[in-house]
């Protein structure tokens, strides 16, 4: 059995207003994640993803790569157990 897991990813760089959260989510749901991506403050993006946890990998990997909108600087994340109450993956 797949164990289930949440993703809880801060992105830095140039990750706002360049379609991030959207190419976010896209990858998420092609993947069959739930979850979302926000916007911080600082200029961040978080996410928070649920599902396999090799799912939740290969969105990770996807991020580290170099095919993203804006500029990726770096990735920090930590995961947890699912928590659950997603529909889908939303762009907050």
Known sequence: MHEHVRLTAWVRGRVQEVGFRWWTRSRALEIGLVGYAGNLGDGRVQIVAEGAREKCERLLQLLREADTPG????????????RAGYAG???R
């Open 71 to 82: 500029r990726v600087d770096g990735v920090t994340e930590i995961w947890a157990a699912p």
């Open 89 to 91: 993956f939303a762009v």
